[in-house]
Structures are given as C-alpha cells and as structure tokens.
C-alpha cells in the first residue's frame, strides 16, 4: 500500500494529473493519507501464512468464496471505470488469480493499456521460475501486459537475466530506478508534529514492516543495550498480533530509553531524525534508508521467500548497509552493532538509480503511446533499459 501510494502521489501531482482509483487488498488502506485526486476501493483481505498460503483476513469465508468476491468485485469496477491504464502489483493474476475475469474483460474490450509493477527482488530465482511457470505467470504477461516496470536498478539485481524471461516479456520491461524519496517537502503526512515527541539526541529506529513476522527482531532490540543518550524506539507495524505487541512492550519497560510505536502510516519525520536503523529487509524499508542516507542493519526474512535476503546481501556487497542473519539475532549481537563507531557509508544515490519516482510520469507516457515519449526518447532521457547478453 506505502509503495502504491508513493506511486500514485507522483502520478497525481505531474503534468498528466491522472485520475487514479486504487484498489486495495484490504481494509487497513483506510489508515494511510489518500494523496489529492486520488481515491481508494477496499477489498475484503486476503492473509498469508507463514508458510505462504492464503486464508481469508476477516471474514468466516472460505478461500474459494473470497476469491470469488474480491475477483467479482475488481471486474465490475474495472468495468464502470473504464481505465485507460491499469498498475498491477507484483502477481500478474492477482494474490489468488482473481484479476483472470478482469484481465480477459479489459484485453476484449481493447481500451486499457496494462502495466504490471515488480519491485526488485521477487524471490531466489528457482523460485520464481518454478512459480511462473505452473501459475501460467508467463503466459499472462505476454497476453495482457503492454509494460512491465520492474521498480528496481539492474546494476542491483537484473530480474531479466535472473529469473530468464523470455525474449517477448524481456522486451516489456523497463527499470524504473528504486523508488527513492527526495524531498521531505513532498511527504507533509510526516511532518514531526503529526507524531509523538521524541527526546533530542541521537535515535535509534526498528523497523518490522507490517510487523506479521517482526516480533523476534523488535523483542531482540527492547532487550538490547543502547549506546549512551540514545533513544530506541520501536514501530511494531499494523500487522504484529497483539499478544505480541503486549510482549514487545512489556520487554521494552524494562529497558530505559526504548519505546514502543504501533502503526505510523507515515513515518518520513522519524526517519529523517533517525542516528541509526536496525530492520528488516522489505522493499520499502531499504528504499527508505537509502534515501535518507542512513546506517542500518538489516535482518532479512529468510521464509518463506528469500527477497529480503537477496536484497540486503547486493546493498551490503555496494557498502551501502549491514546484515545480521536472523539465525544469528540475538540482544547481543544488536548490542555490539551498535556499540560500533558510527560510519559514514557512501552515498547510495552515486553508486545506484534512486530516481525511479521522478522517471514515472515519463514512463507513464510511453504506455499511453505520447509520440514524444516512445522507448528510444526514454531511453535517451535516462530510463534504464535492460540488455540482453
């Protein structure tokens, strides 16, 4: 959702000045800031497992019966609103494969230009080969997609080589650039005096993304012992069970200096006033810490995809972060990272593309078929391509 509204606010505020509906997986949307002209459909939510299978978030329904809802619902939307692009997210069918009735409605009617979006890292190659190959994944980007935007730098990781698309879906793809944040201007959602205080002086941030499987980490961080004048300070995300939340808290009491936040839907001020980070490794969260140029330590998912873990190594391998194994995570090992002279990594935006925001509108155009903007001018204005070799 954080990642699909940065795109939507970039779109909403360019000189194309789209009207953009979002759909959204579930009724948390709710709690972020809808940026001006753009407006929100909720669906009923889908929730995974930690061993990767979906169940149905809130309702007493089956899987097949949610499926269907969420399949009937995003069909008859897409019908009425008659977009003339439609943004997906990462899975070219949809979480369970209800955009299929949708994908066929919008490719019979011949109107919508279809973009499916990927960031970075999907999953360890085998993975996502073995995936896209018995989900027919393939298949449906050569059938419906007109562009793939892969919101990544292939100097990080080349998703076309790794996950061996074929020639026709390879040329199809285009590398955004990380969708890196530049001016703290453009995010007024996060100014300080939407937050609680924070004493001055150095802070400590831990970052769990959701927060579904962040407990391990924000537990390991209220146990661990901060530098002299520093500040902890945990956000546990929307999505950490509360019984866990009630621990974390409760291990963070007797730790003087650390505290506790539960969701901040935009958290920009607390990064930009940040010493230090200590999280996991989600597409977002990296984006974030290397925008606003800070130390951090990341300790990735490893299950049940290894994207997390992909990531963090290739920053790490560029010096633009650290990486703790979660096998390894423990008070003790976040106690001697931070009792670490502070370093002065280099700059992210030298060594890799943080532009991928500003390149959307352009790229934007090129779907539309804007004479002036077809590949070769993208190409031209800095759109990084891939090269096949």
Known sequence: ??????????????????????IAGGREAALFTIPPGVDCLTLPALQKDTGGHYRSRHLNVSLNHLIALRASTIRA?????????????????????????????????GRTRCVLGLRDVLDHAGAVHREWS?????????????????????????????YRFPADVAGKVR??????????????????????????????????????????????FAEARLPP?????????????????????????SNPGVSVLGFVPDPYALLRQADRIVAMGGYNTVCEVLSFEKQALIVPRVDPRREQLIRAERMRD????????????????????????????PRPRDLIDLDGLERLPRLLEEVLGDATHTAESVRHEGALQHVAG
């Not at 009425?80 to 299929?100: M, N, S, T, Y």
């Not at 007109?146 to 080349?158: E, L, T």
């Open 1 to 22: 959702m954080r990642r699909n509204l940065l795109i939507a606010r970039t779109l909403a505020s360019s000189d194309l000045q789209p009207v953009i509906l979002m």
């Open 175 to 220: 590398y955004t650039g990380y969708l890196g944040q530049r001016a703290p201007s453009a995010y007024p959602d996060g100014r300080p005096d939407s937050l609680p205080s924070v004493p001055k002086g150095p802070l400590i941030l831990c970052l769990v993304g959701g927060g579904q499987d962040g407990a391990r980490l924000s537990e390991a």
């Open 229 to 253: 004048g520093t500040t902890g300070l945990i956000l546990t995300g929307l999505f950490m069970p509360k019984e866990l939340q009630t621990h974390v808290r409760r291990s963070a009491t």
């Open 134 to 162: 018995s989900d027919s994944n393939v298949k449906a980007v050569r059938n419906y997609y007109d562009a793939v935007w892969v919101y990544g730098d292939p100097r990080v990781y080349d998703s076309v080589r790794e």
């Open 318 to 345: 560029l010096g633009l972060l650290d990486v703790l194994h979660p096998d390894r995570l423990s008070p003790d090992a976040l106690t001697e990272w931070l009792a670490r002279p502070k370093a002065t990594p």
């Open 77 to 109: 939307v897409l019908e009425e609103f008659e977009p003339d692009v439609l943004i997906v997210d990462k899975v070219p069918r949809g979480a369970v494969r209800e955009l299929d009735p949708s994908l066929e409605l919008l490719h019979e009617r």
